[in-house]
């Protein structure tokens, strides 16, 4: 069974850099992994994803050229790097799995598992 446990988050200003990990003790190696973010009172929105075993990758236009998304197949973790961030970046970020890639990849419906969350801060 996947069990996705975000980690990585915090309190940052802007312009500075975090890397959010996303750990599976499961079986995530065979899973495509995308990240979402939901700001307060805000719908969850679509970050990114890398597929498996990482031929497919995918931005929101937000983030491209700032965020990266990589993953450790040995490990079972995803990592989403980010960088240059701002104070629009502020929220809890998302790591979920799919069984599928890629149709409807930022839609948070297409996923099968989901992670607790983890709380980013981006303060001016």
């Known amino acids: 069974q996947v069990q996705l446990v975000e980690s990585g988050g915090g309190l940052v200003q802007a312009g500075d850099s975090l890397r959010l990990s996303c750990a599976d003790s499961g079986r995530t190696g065979s899973y495509h992994m995308g990240w979402f973010r939901q700001a307060p009172g805000k719908e969850r929105k679509f970050v990114a994803l890398i597929s498996w075993p990482s031929a497919i990758i995918y931005y929101a236009d937000s983030v491209k050229g700032r965020f990266t998304i990589s993953r450790d197949n040995a490990k079972n973790t995803v990592y989403l790097q980010m960088n240059s961030l701002k104070t629009e970046d502020t929220a809890v970020y998302y790591c979920?799995?799919?069984?599928?890639?890629?149709?409807?990849?930022?839609?948070?419906?297409?996923?099968?598992?989901w992670g607790q969350g983890t709380q980013v801060t981006v303060s001016s």
């Open positions: 979920a799995a799919r069984s599928d890639c890629c149709t409807g990849y930022g839609s948070s419906g297409g996923y099968d598992y």
